[in-house]
């Protein structure tokens, strides 16, 4: 157990439709990254957040956006969603900046499945 | 932005030893280079990390030549539950675009 919660596990949704993918970090963690996995393609990094800053932006498309509350807590939100936005959404977290690049610890991930 | 590249896949054998290689050719100064280990529909979980010359942790080594152009992660004696995909990823601690690679998948036969 890395100590990275998402929520939820599954879900199913049309196209169309708008979704929100939520991640709680480790405690003390402050940096949250958002990342998306299909069947054809590897790990893409979406989106990092630092204390409720945006820090650094992957291949997220414009239908998407994230953001990081006080408690640290983020949201993925999927708008317009497309038969190709099914896939493995992964949320991970670190302390955030250091000396050295942070270790990363994934949560199980949330698997979307639009229809 | 460093890319990285890895081979697509591997076999090997219960108790050998297994080294992958990453390519990353246009590493930035304050990059440290990343390995991750991906179990099916499981969250990748981090192995080991490094900027130069070689570490050694409880699961792996990492060796890291002088121009640092590549890395080679070695696992020593593999078992059967160490088949999964094996992500390198170069990473500086601005966070700037972080970059996966295409993973390796290994797969260790008995």
């Known amino acids: 157990d890395s100590g990275v919660t998402q929520t939820p596990k599954h879900l199913i949704t049309a196209t169309g439709q708008r979704v929100t993918l939520r991640c709680s970090p480790r405690?003390?963690?402050?940096?949250v990254y958002w990342y998306q996995q299909s069947l054809d393609q590897g790990l893409q990094f979406l989106i990092q957040?630092?204390?409720?800053?945006?820090?650094a932006k992957g291949n997220i498309l414009e239908r998407f956006s994230a953001q990081q509350f006080p408690d640290l807590h983020s949201e993925l939100n999927l708008s317009s969603l497309e038969l190709g936005d099914s896939a493995l959404y992964f949320c991970a977290s670190s302390v955030g900046r250091g000396i050295k690049a942070p270790e990363q610890f994934f949560g199980p991930g949330t698997r979307l499945t639009v229809l | 932005l460093a890319k990285t590249t890895q081979p697509i896949s591997m076999d090997s054998y219960e108790g050998q030893e297994v080294n992958i290689t990453c390519s990353h050719n246009n590493i930035a100064t304050n990059d440290y280079i990343t390995w991750y280990q991906q179990f099916p529909s499981q969250g990748p979980r981090f192995i080991i990390q490094g900027y130069k010359t070689k570490v050694t942790n409880e699961v792996a080594s990492l060796f890291i030549p002088a121009d640092r152009k590549s890395s080679t992660l070695s696992l020593p004696r593999v078992s059967l539950s160490d088949t999964a995909v094996y992500y390198c990823?170069?990473?500086?601690?601005?966070?700037?675009?972080?970059?996966f690679g295409g993973g390796t998948r290994l797969m260790v036969k008995p």
């Open positions: 990823l170069v990473f500086n601690n601005a966070g700037n675009m972080l970059t």
């Open positions: 405690s003390g963690d402050l940096s």
């Open positions: 957040y630092y204390n409720g800053e945006e820090r």
